[in-house]
């Protein structure tokens, strides 16, 4: 399977470099391209895998994902009502967890698809010591996950019962849950309290993390009611070291079910985590909410996994990322896919520092919204909306990331990516904040090679800067993006323009 998929990748790009690249062509500068098509920037090192055309208001692609999808022998089906006792392989003997459809589907080998009934799975729904999400459970075969109603959402949620909240001394509007066992992360959701996200889903707010500058219950309660009073959503803060977890909701209402506790429950929600065997996972409308991070792919030096999600969905992590990559070669392949109430980045894409070109990453219309949660907004933490690291290659199309904290999009080591329509902003930063609220940032740490960027109609949006290029840094900007900032600051690298 992973000969089939590097195939497909490399095959694509070169039928796209044929029609491109004709006699006399010069690429990035549009010579030799078909009408409104562009193509890849001179110096941008990825086979494109499909062709990208100016629309005139957004830039459309070629891509089909569906093509992508794997060639299935047998599939195993999820739903509530089923058994984890039961061998999945019918409907009428469907399996009851997300856990142990990927178990059920190791157990065949080769190429399994997962067809599960729209629903949400909890970490905290336990039966034989099998949790109904996904529970972080690797898989050792090739995956195909689908809901069976399309377009409706299989949803994984890494959640923890907690121990009665009762109201603080300090302020009756405020509550804490006093635990010992429980693995609470730092990530709160509000079931009653639903707002619309960048791809027109109705999701739960979160309440957001307070940052208290002590931990004595007047100097916690003050913070909370601060955060909730400046986002409207309530507000929480996690006291790990005296194992409290104090909330305050909306409309400061009392603690019920609506309120949901997100657990660390391993390392990610999804997490294709095998270092001897390349393995395939093919994915929609699968949402990932709570654990530490979402959907992570770990690879080694001697495999190369590839991710490919649709319509999918990361959120309300306690510690890490929304989509991510780590180890090694991995290709992660999204359409339509957001991320949001993301303790660190959104998407973040690293390799390994001793392979070449080791992650291959693809953004179509892909968003994020309030990353960076860890930190308090005054904190340059270096939470983004999108990041790319050692030896990453990547396209980004038509993205939108709003409400970050620092750069929205950042680019480093020897990472190149080439980034169309897309919006970087506002900041949840304050105006002012100068060199961490910047739209577009490439470079930070030297590496051999360095960093490029290449951007073609971006905008910024409620930026402190436009485009920063760092040591070992070179950002290109085209004439037509929009930079409201009006400030282009390279403190150490390089700034540059080219001709899409």
Not at 256 to 267: E, H
Not at 381 to 403: D, E, I, L, Q
Not at 480 to 491: E, F, I, K, R, T
């Amino acid at each position: 399977m992973e000969r089939l998929v590097g195939r497909s990748l490399d095959y694509i790009g070169d039928v796209v470099t044929a029609i491109g690249e004709r006699k006399g062509s010069t690429p990035g500068q549009g010579g030799g391209a078909l009408p409104g098509q562009r193509l890849a920037p001179s110096g941008f090192t990825l086979p494109v895998p499909f062709v990208v055309t100016d629309t005139g208001g957004a830039f459309a692609t070629n891509y089909d994902i569906q093509a992508a999808k794997p060639v299935y022998t047998n599939t195993i089906y999820v739903g509530p009502g089923g058994a984890d006792a039961n061998s999945g392989l019918t409907y009428a003997l469907r399996v009851r967890s997300l856990k142990r459809a990927i178990l059920a589907a190791n157990a065949l080998g080769g190429t399994v698809r997962i067809l599960a009934d729209p629903a949400t799975y909890k970490y905290s729904d336990v039966v034989s010591s099998v949790q109904a999400s996904w529970s972080g459970q690797p898989q050792a075969c090739n995956l195909v996950i689908e809901s069976s109603t399309p377009g409706q959402k299989i949803i994984s949620l890494c959640d923890t019962a907690m121990p009665a909240f009762v109201a603080t001394a300090t302020d009756a509007t405020v509550y804490v849950s006093t635990y010992t066992t429980q693995t609470p992360a730092s990530a709160v959701i509000d079931m009653a309290n639903l707002g619309v996200d960048t791809d027109g889903v109705s999701r739960p707010k979160e309440l957001t993390r307070a940052f208290p500058a002590a931990t004595d219950e007047a100097t916690i309660v003050a913070a909370i009611n601060a955060q909730a009073a400046k986002y409207g959503r309530g507000a929480h803060y996690l006291d790990a070291t005296n194992k409290k977890l104090y909330v305050k909701l909306i409309a400061n209402r009392v603690p019920d079910a609506n309120l949901v506790v997100t657990s660390t429950g391993g390392n990610a929600n999804f997490w294709l985590n095998q270092t001897t065997t390349s393995y395939t996972v093919w994915a929609r409308d699968c949402e990932f909410w709570g654990c530490s991070g979402g959907f992570r792919v770990t690879s080694s030096t001697t495999v190369n996994h590839a991710a490919y999600l649709l319509d999918c969905f990361a959120g309300y992590t306690g510690s890490s990322h929304g989509f991510f990559t780590s180890g090694g070669p991995a290709s992660l392949i999204m359409q339509r896919c957001g991320a949001a109430c993301i303790a660190a980045d959104g998407f973040n894409y690293n390799g390994g520092a001793s392979l070449a070109l080791s992650v291959t990453f693809i953004e179509i219309d892909c968003w994020s919204d309030r990353v960076g949660q860890n930190a308090a907004e005054s904190t340059d933490a270096s939470n983004n909306g999108s990041s790319a690291y050692t030896f990453c290659r990547g396209v980004r199309v038509n993205g939108k990331h709003t409400n970050g904290t620092n750069r929205t999009i950042h680019d480093i080591q020897d990472s190149q990516s080439w980034n169309l329509g897309f919006t970087a902003g506002p900041s949840r930063m304050a105006v002012g904040s100068g060199e961490a609220r910047a739209g577009f940032a490439c470079g930070l740490l030297t590496f051999t090679g360095w960093a490029k960027m290449w951007l073609d109609r971006c905008i910024t949006t409620g930026m402190d800067r436009d485009l920063e290029a760092y040591a070992g840094g070179t950002l290109y900007a085209a004439p037509n993006c929009v930079l409201a900032a009006g400030q282009n600051a390279p403190p150490d690298g390089t700034i540059g323009t080219y001709a899409p």
